[in-house]
């Protein structure tokens, strides 16, 4: 049995060893296949069992749940989705661009609602997110954004000036800030266990250690799906793959995956963490297109971490 709490800092969290669930066996039958025990895979069935408990959902992880990008990155829970206003605004319209913002709201707000209500354990913090800019072209960028949510008439976010974010972080590197304090950082690990804890109680059942090698579409109506022990035939198919997606040949050029690394401090001393202010806790982006990023975790240690493309993985 692998030992999957050594697989990241996040894993090595959790309170227990992962034991994982049974794979899948033999002839299986669903209304609906989930393929992904990620933040996604776990939501769709906890979902469609709360419209319907009479929905038989199953999910099919290759590893654990968690195990992939959903129990390992940097425990982020912010309305940016991955373009500025700028430039979502520029490549498809204000309304869409607007509508998106919006949702994403809706959404970081909406976790926070998951999260408290149902008691989940996972370190989180409602503390904030805080865009910095630290060069020209960085605070142009912040600026033209602020001035976009300006014409959209929302609001939500606080503008950070220069004196005021020396006084939050005692340095004079940071120009401009960008912050929204509906938004915070959770441990991603212990949300993506939680999140199947939380599916498993609703009555989704939960299939861990069955990659998947092959699906099809019936002749007459719905999938099977097969793993290496078993086969699952449903109505619906929902993959919940994010960058495992490239695995299959079907969904392979739908996207470029991109890379996060990240590295952890020791806990900082009491000392440590005055001398750098941090007080308000949050979550730290700079406007860079490929960022860099930081936050603090429970007991004060600095995350720090980086998205880097295809091409710059390829350099290094």
């Known amino acids: 049995m692998d030992d999957y709490r050594s697989k990241s800092w996040w894993l090595e969290t959790l309170p227990h060893t992962i034991t994982p669930n049974p794979d899948l066996e033999g002839a299986q039958k669903a209304d609906v296949t989930v393929i992904g025990g990620g933040y996604t895979g776990l939501s769709v069935a906890y979902h469609l069992k709360q419209i319907n408990p009479d929905i038989d959902v199953r999910i099919i992880e290759s590893d654990v749940c968690g195990y992939g990008a959903s129990g390992r990155n940097g425990g982020f ?49 409602r503390s904030g997110y805080l865009l910095v800019g630290t060069s020209p072209a960085q605070v142009k960028r912040i600026t033209h954004d602020f001035k976009i949510m300006e014409k959209w008439g929302l609001g939500g976010v606080e503008r950070w000036d220069k004196k005021r974010l020396s006084a939050e972080f005692e340095t004079d590197f940071y120009k401009e800030g960008w912050f929204e304090p509906r938004c915070g950082i959770v441990n991603p690990a212990r949300l993506a266990r939680g999140m199947k804890d939380l599916a498993e109680k609703n009555g989704a059942v939960i299939y861990e250690q069955s990659p998947v090698k092959s699906f099809e579409e019936k002749a007459t109506s719905g999938f099977v799906v097969h793993t290496e022990k078993g086969e699952i035939e449903s109505e619906y198919l929902v993959f919940a793959t994010n960058a495992y997606s490239i695995l299959f040949p079907e969904l392979k050029n739908l996207q470029t995956p991109a890379f996060t690394y990240i590295v952890i401090s020791e806990p900082l001393t009491q000392k440590q963490c005055d001398s750098v202010g941090w007080k308000c806790r949050a979550g730290i982006e700079d406007a860079r297109d490929l960022i860099h990023y930081y936050r603090l975790t429970k007991d004060n240690r600095i995350v720090m971490g980086a998205v880097m493309s295809v091409s710059d993985m390829a350099e290094t």
Do not use: P, W
């Open 77 to 125: 829970s912010m309305t940016l989705f991955g373009l500025t206003k700028g430039v979502t605004k520029f490549r498809f319209n204000d309304e869409k661009a607007k509508s998106a913002h919006q949702y994403m709201e809706e959404a970081v707000d909406y976790l926070h609602d998951v999260i408290t209500e149902n008691h989940i354990d996972c370190d989180y913090e």
